[in-house]
T-cell receptor
Framework: DQQVKQNSPSLSVQEGRISILNCDYT??????FLWYKKYPAEGPTFLIS?????DKNEDGRFTVFLNKSAKHLSLHIVPSQPGDSAVYFC????????????FGTGTSLTVIP | NAGVTQTPKFRILKIGQSMTLQCTQD?????MYWYRQDPGMGLKLIYY???????DKGEVPNGYNVSRSTTEDFPLRLELAAPSQTSVYFC????????????FGDGTRLSIL
């Protein structure tokens, strides 16, 4: 039972354009969401997070949007750079069981120079 | 800046053999986690620990054991290796329990033949 879903296995965008990565979840108890970036042969690296009390969080070129009613979050990267090419995972946790994060299956982003 | 260190990086085991995957962190984090990632899947939590001497099961604990004798180390033991345990294993740590991102090691790629 996949509680966090990333329905697009891959995405290609031109350098300088916007990349939009999507994530859906089923558990309404989730209240903390994160995005991780992963390069080959490395572990995931924390990118940005958002709490359910917010609907937007921004950090430089990266913005995460949360739509609680739709149980949907998205990561926007503007402008996209070739170094952004990686696999992106979204993850979610419920505050009352904060020891367990549930991960999506990942979206492989390729930024074309 | 070591962070989370996992050894070995690669290992091939025969069915029925046992081994221990090592994980150590130098950030003085109380919380540590073991995940596995199968091809095309998200990370699944195997075991976690909230401090020295305290461990608990995650989503997929069968076939594994853990111990936490120190804050720094969190080894994962496979007693009787099975082909279904072929996966990439990631260790992670975090500073706190709720709403804290996890820091990951670079993974151990394990093949059971």
């Amino acid at each position: 039972d996949q509680q966090v879903k990333q329905n697009s296995p891959s995405l290609s965008v031109q350098e300088g354009r916007i990349s939009i990565l999507n994530c859906d979840y089923t558990n309404s108890m989730f209240d903390y969401f994160l995005w991780y970036k992963k390069y080959p042969a490395e572990g995931p690296t924390f990118l940005i997070s958002i709490s359910s009390i917010k609907d937007k969080n921004e950090d430089g070129r990266f913005t995460v949007f949360l739509n609680k009613s739709a149980k949907h979050l998205s990561l926007h990267i503007v402008p996209s750079q070739p170094g952004d090419s990686a696999v992106y995972f979204c993850a979610a946790s419920a505050g009352n069981t904060g020891n367990q994060f549930y991960f999506g299956t990942g979206t492989s982003l390729t930024v074309i120079p | 800046n070591a962070g989370v260190t996992q050894t070995p990086k690669f290992r091939i085991l025969k069915i029925g053999q046992s081994m221990t995957l090592q994980c150590t962190q130098d950030m003085n984090h109380n919380y540590m986690y073991w995940y596995r990632q199968d091809p095309g899947m998200g990370l699944k939590l195997i075991y976690y620990s909230v401090g020295a001497g305290i461990t608990d099961k995650g989503e997929v604990p069968n076939g594994y054991n853990v111990s936490r004798s120190t804050t720094e180390d969190f080894p994962l033991r496979l007693e009787l290796a099975a082909p279904s345990q072929t996966s990439v294993y990631f260790c992670a740590s975090s500073q706190g329990r709720v709403n804290q991102p996890q820091h990951f090691g670079d993974g151990t790629r394990l093949s059971i033949l």
